[in-house]
């Protein structure tokens, strides 16, 4: 059989450590290849940092095994996340065969007591501002209530919800009772290939992407000096607009050690084009998939044409519509606004979009800025 290699995972925690001890003995008589900070991981030599060193030997893992105590471990200001929720985190996202488990009193406090509160919260901030709270806004929030455990760190708390959120199982964990880890990793080993490793078979490529950008200086002072009357053929205009933008990767970033995958959203389907005629937004044309009507009131609030357009000129936003699965990313140039249809991948509804709003946002909006500033610099010279 294929070794395994197994990162375990837990905080610093005297009541942890001989847990991990155990299961680093119990991998090691199977034949399998387990990573722990204290018997082959670390410490690094000064100049290294250990963070990165822990998160790449999380990327190179099978497994990854976590404890789950009353401690919370080492928090990053700039990640907002303590390193092994980093660890965990990290192995999520990379699809790594996850196992955790967590003291059976703390996990019956989190979802008796616990996690009501967290999701109570976090409905009732989504209502008042339309954003998702930060990690510290639920942790205060968990710390100002008195019923909960004080001998329990709050960011254990947080930690949990965000396994909660990812659906991620928790078994239980009675300190001081042995586990069979012989038995148990047995069984989990039979069970097929996906816990066996896998050979490095990735090939890594690189291309650099050319960015002309003397010439893209010189059409935007050119351009502006153009007198465009109109578009020859409106239609044909939005649709290679339309064509030119492809799917991508929305990705969450955690300061400078990691980024997380949350979803993904598709190759442009549609486009709307709309100007400002007096008190309302007209249809100039629309294509693919769109399926605007003639023209919005300046004052309907629910239309996001509409919206963009009171943000004023030069201006632009991303949407969601849980409804149709679709990301709407509006610009406004001019009297003019370009709304582009982007569908979304299945996971995606209003919550977790209100969840990683910023980071759609910043997929959209990245992806092709000169492409979109060329765009402006024609929307911003075309008279109605």
Known sequence: MARTNVFISSVNEDGLKPLRRSAFRELTNLGHEPLMWEENLGPWPAGVDPVTKCLEAVGACDIYLLFIGSKAGTYDKVAQRTVTHMEFIKAYEQGKTILVFGDVEIKATFFGTVKPIIEEYVDRYIVKKALFPSPLHIINTISSHSNIALNVDPYVWYFLYDMTMRKVYIDDLSLGVPIDWRSFFSDLLRRGSLLLPLEASIEQSSSRLEQFDEVFELLGELIPELQINGLKDNESFLTLIMNRFSGGIIEQSYGQYMSEKVGYYEECSGATLYFCNGKELR???????????????????????????????????????????TFYYCIRMGEYVLTLHFPSDPSWDYRKFIHYKECANHAILSKNPLIIEFIKLFLGGIQP
């Open 283 to 325: 249809m100039s044309t629309k294509v693919g998939d769109a399926s605007g009507p003639p023209s919005y009131m300046l004052d309907n609030q629910s239309s996001y044409a509409v919206l963009t357009y009171h943000m004023g000129n030069n201006e632009e936003q991303v949407y969601f519509k849980e409804a149709k699965k």
